[in-house]
C-alpha cells in the first residue's frame, strides 16, 4: 500500500511539472517579439477539395479575395492587439472591413465589426449568449471568427504530450484544453499544437470540435526573418468536416512602421477616402 501511494504520489507530481513546463513554454510563445506594428497584403483563396494522394486538389474554382490589413499592439506589455482588414478585390466585395479589438484581461471579450458596403452598416460580432461561441467566418473563409481573435493562455490549461520533428523542426506537441469561462464561449473543446523549440512559434494545429471530434488542421508556413524578427508568411486552414480549404498568405509585410491609432478604428470602415489615403501611405 505504501509503495502504491508513493507511485501516485510521483505521478501526480510528475504532471503537475509537465503541466507548469507547457505553460511556461506557451508563456514564451505568447511573449515572443513579433513587432509593434504588422502592415501586409493578404491573399485569401478559398476552395472545396478531394484528395489526390497525399495532395489537396481543388474540386471548384477558387474563391480569391485581395485585402490590406493592418495591425499594432497596444499596453503596457503590447499584449492588447488591434486590427483592420479590407478587401480590395473582387470588385463586388471592395470596401468590405473588418475590425478586431484583442484585449490581454480574460474578463473582456474580443471586439469584432464587420462593415458590409454595400449596406453601409457595421455589424458587430457577437456570440448567441453567454454559453454559445460566435459562428460565422472570416470573410466566408474557413477561419471563424474564433480562430481569428488572440488566445489569452490564462484562459487554458495545458499538458505536453511529447516531442517530435516536424517540418524537420524539432517541437513540442501540446494539448490546450480551455477552462470551464472559456469552454463555454468556445467552438473547440481541445487543441493539440505542435511548437518549434527554438523559435517558439506554432507551427501547426489540430482542433477538436466540443464533442471531441477533429474537425481543423491550421497549418503555419513560409517562416521568414524581417527587420529581425521572425513573421508568418502563410496560414493554411483545413476544414475536415467541409473538404474546405482556405490559403491565407501575407505579402509586401511591413514590421514596426508607423501606424496612426486614429486609423485603427470605426472611420477606417465607414470613410472610404480617410481610408483610401492612409492606406495609400502605409503600403
Given at each position: 500500500m505504501k509503495k502504491l501511494l508513493i507511485l501516485v504520489t510521483m505521478i501526480f507530481v510528475s504532471s503537475l511539472t509537465y503541466a507548469e513546463t507547457a505553460r511556461e513554454i506557451m508563456q514564451k510563445v505568447d511573449d515572443r517579439d513579433n513587432g509593434d506594428t504588422m502592415i501586409s497584403r493578404v491573399t485569401l483563396t478559398t476552395f472545396r477539395y478531394v484528395k489526390k494522394g497525399k495532395k489537396m486538389a481543388p474540386a471548384e474554382k477558387p474563391r480569391v479575395k485581395m485585402m490590406d490589413t493592418v495591425l499594432k499592439d497596444y499596453g503596457p506589455k503590447g499584449k492588447d492587439h488591434k486590427s483592420v482588414s479590407i478587401i480590395l478585390k473582387p470588385q463586388s466585395e471592395k470596401g468590405i472591413g473588418f475590425l478586431q479589438y484583442d484585449w490581454d484581461d480574460p474578463n473582456r471579450e474580443t471586439d469584432q465589426w464587420l462593415y458590409l458596403s454595400a449596406m453601409g452598416k457595421i455589424k458587430r460580432i457577437v456570440s448567441g449568449n453567454d454559453d454559445e461561441p460566435k459562428t460565422g467566418s472570416f470573410f466566408g473563409s474557413e477561419l471563424s471568427?474564433?480562430?481569428?481573435e488572440?488566445?489569452?493562455?490564462?484562459?487554458?490549461?495545458?499538458?505536453?504530450?511529447g516531442s517530435e520533428k516536424y517540418r524537420k523542426r524539432d517541437c513540442w506537441v501540446i494539448q490546450s484544453v480551455p477552462l470551464p469561462k472559456r469552454a463555454r464561449k468556445s467552438n473547440y473543446s481541445k487543441t493539440m499544437i505542435w511548437?518549434?523549440?527554438?523559435?517558439?512559434?506554432d507551427l501547426k494545429a489540430i482542433l477538436f470540435n466540443r464533442n471531441g471530434k477533429k474537425v481543423k488542421k491550421i497549418y503555419f508556413k513560409n517562416i521568414k526573418k524581417i527587420n529581425g524578427i521572425f513573421v508568418v508568411g502563410k496560414i493554411v486552414a483545413n476544414n475536415i468536416e467541409t473538404r474546405r480549404v482556405t490559403n491565407m498568405v501575407y505579402n509586401n509585410i511591413r514590421?514596426?512602421?508607423?501606424?496612426?491609432d486614429k486609423f485603427l478604428t470605426q472611420r477606417t470602415l465607414t470613410d472610404k477616402g480617410f481610408r483610401t489615403r492612409n492606406l495609400k501611405k502605409y503600403q
Open positions: 471568427y474564433e480562430d481569428m488572440s488566445i489569452n493562455i490564462d484562459e487554458y490549461k495545458y499538458k505536453i504530450l511548437v518549434d523549440k527554438e523559435r517558439f512559434m514590421i514596426n512602421s508607423k501606424v496612426e
